[in-house]
Antibody, heavy 120, light 110 residues
Framework: QVQLQQSGPGLVKPSQTLSLTCAISGDSVSSNSVAWNWIRQSPSRGLEWLGR?????????DYAVSVRSRITVNPDTSKNQFSLQLNSVTPDDTALYYC??????????WGQGTMVSVSS | QSALTQPPSASGSPGQSVTISCTGA?????????VSWYQQHPGKAPKLMIY???KRPSGVPDRFSGSKSGNTASLTVSGLQAEDEADYYC??????????FGGGTKLTVL
């Protein structure tokens, strides 16, 4: 049974970097049949796919256009986890952030969610 | 890309069937058979209920079914039960490595 456990701060100051980690159990971040995604949810934006990474002989990174200039998703094979970094955050980035496993163009396993507020 | 359009609410009595629609565009729902549906209870993470328009993950009751016609996908919940009361979101692959979600439908079991 695959489980995703998120960690990271719930409060980030404007212009700083949001950093979250998603630890994987029951699967491997290096699996060649799934992808590892970040999705956020807010009242103003609803559910929004942000980006993903996956391994197919080499690491692939895909990002939503809306955040492409500010986002990095990185795998950590030594800890079997992956991370989200979102730079230059504003209050508009305040949201509930989820990590999720992607399979068959859907998201079949989700982390518990991390509420991140951007405020000074 | 624009979000997919769902009705804000739907309701039905226990035992009845209810269908939730999800309208997209020819560039997402109309082109790709990669529509998925998620159930979200208050304070919980979304749970995958349907993927690739009609497929159910292991463990999801067969009371849940999906379909698609043109640019509109639908989720039908048959034999409504109290525990089905939740928010439901549709999602479609939209090409160019991008997914778009619906705004959500609050399902109430009367």
């Amino acid at each position: 049974q695959v489980q995703l456990q998120q960690s990271g701060p719930g409060l980030v100051k404007p212009s700083q970097t949001l950093s979250l980690t998603c630890a994987i159990s029951g699967d491997s971040v290096s699996s060649n049949s799934v992808a590892w995604n970040w999705i956020r949810q807010s009242p103003s934006r609803g559910l929004e796919w942000l980006g993903r990474t996956y391994y197919r002989s080499n690491w692939i990174y895909d990002y939503a256009v809306s955040v492409r200039s500010r986002i990095t998703v990185n795998p950590d094979t030594s800890k079997n986890q992956f991370s989200l970094q979102l730079n230059s955050v504003t209050p508009d980035d305040t949201a509930l952030y989820y990590c999720a496993r992607g399979k068959s163009f859907a998201f079949d396993t989700w982390g518990q969610g991390t509420m991140v507020s951007v405020s000074s | 890309q624009s979000a997919l359009t769902q009705p804000p609410s739907a309701s039905g009595s226990p035992g009845q069937s209810v269908t939730i629609s999800c309208t997209g565009a020819s560039s997402d729902v109309g082109t790709y058979n990669y529509v998925s549906w998620y159930q979200q209870h208050p304070g919980k993470a979304p749970k995958l209920m349907i993927y690739e328009v009609t497929k159910r993950p292991s463990g999801v009751p067969d009371r849940f079914s999906g379909s698609k016609s043109g640019n509109t996908a639908s989720l039908t919940v048959s034999g409504l039960q109290a525990e089905d009361e939740a928010d439901y979101y549709c999602c479609s692959y939209a090409g160019n490595i991008y997914w778009v979600f619906g705004g959500g439908t609050k399902l109430t079991v009367l």
